[in-house]
């Protein structure tokens, strides 16, 4: 935090200084208005930098400067430097400029809380008018209470692997898992991986596109992130070998059936563990015909590490 703040204190001064040298600025004498774009905006507590664009309407002949101040609102109010910082609070917008951005940059932390809110507004502006959009109610969400953001990151994904010629060999890949876009977003992650799952690869070089089901049990307080089983989805293709894929399934030692390759998450330790009564099978399909098992997963397991 305190690195943040020297940082934005620093940049802002380089601002304000590029601003300042009132010799060579030409402000404007015609009739102008500046509104805030937008009168709210919700960001999530993760977002990082934001743009909160003004705008200026009216002929003008030269530039006009703007200042705004923030302001605590709401039930669980947003402090400044604590839960966001703003780099300026002064833009001086030149002639030909209809749009400028204030910039403010929101504060993660690990916390678990409610949203929280301020107001910016425009409070003075030199060489034009404040017009009625003069306010800006914003809502930082946070991410922490929603387990489905955090499961984005890098994982290590272990386990103990037979394929076509070895048998019990223990494996240990890197794993790119993302939020899913669209509809998807809060039900499904969308991982992906080089070779990994499959302990022999050659002669392909897979890349595997597959999807983790993300499922919060309320009631019980347990997360469950399990790997997606669909007849017909190809998790693994290789464009030297285009007519060659892998599809998941799951082979359960009791003979049971699922949709999903079942996994539990453990926020403590930042673990998935996928269950023990079934393996994790890859098979193999050439001109889309089966083409036999390539592999076949036990023992499974995902660690985050970061």
Not at 132 to 138: D, Y
Not at 180 to 201: H, K, M, R
Not at 244 to 251: G, L
Not at 264 to 279: L, M, P, R, S, V
Request: aromatic share 10%; proline share 3%; net charge negative.
């Amino acid at each position: 935090m305190k690195y943040l703040k020297i940082y934005t204190l620093l940049l802002a001064a380089i601002l304000v200084s590029a601003c300042s040298d009132d010799d060579e600025v030409v402000f404007n004498t015609n009739e102008a208005t500046v509104n805030m774009q937008e009168t709210e905006m919700t960001v999530k507590e993760n977002a990082g930098l934001c743009l909160v664009p003004v705008v200026v309407t009216g002929e003008r002949n030269g530039a006009i400067q703007v200042t705004i101040s923030v302001s605590q609102s709401g039930n669980s109010p947003a402090t400044e430097d604590e839960n966001y910082i703003v780099t300026t609070k002064t833009l001086l917008i030149p002639i030909g400029i209809d749009v400028a951005n204030f910039e403010f940059r929101t504060v993660d932390d690990e916390d678990v809380n409610a949203d929280r809110t301020f107001d910016i507004t425009i409070t003075e502006v030199k060489h034009a008018s404040i017009g009625t959009n003069n306010k800006l109610s914003v809502t930082i969400k946070d991410n922490d209470a929603d387990y489905y953001e955090k499961l984005a990151g890098t994982w290590i994904f272990t386990a103990k692997a037979n394929g076509i010629t070895v048998m019990g060999q223990e494996v240990a890949f890197s794993v790119k898992v993302n939020t899913a876009a669209g509809d998807a977003y809060g039900t499904y992650l969308v991982c992906s991986n080089q070779n990994g799952f499959d302990p022999e690869p050659e002669p392909f070089k897979w890349t595997f596109n597959w999807r983790l089901k993300y499922e919060y049990d309320a009631a019980n307080q347990k997360i469950y992130v399990s790997i997606v089983i669909e007849e017909g989805e190809k998790v693994a293709t290789d464009p030297a070998y285009d007519n060659y894929f892998i599809q998941f399934k799951r082979m359960a030692l009791d003979g049971t059936t699922s949709d999903v390759y079942r996994g539990e998450y453990d926020d403590a330790t930042k673990t998935i563990t996928f269950e023990g009564n079934a393996n994790l099978v890859g098979n193999m399909y050439h001109n889309e015909t089966p083409n036999g098992t390539k592999f076949r997963l036990s023992n499974c397991k995902m660690a985050r590490i970061k």
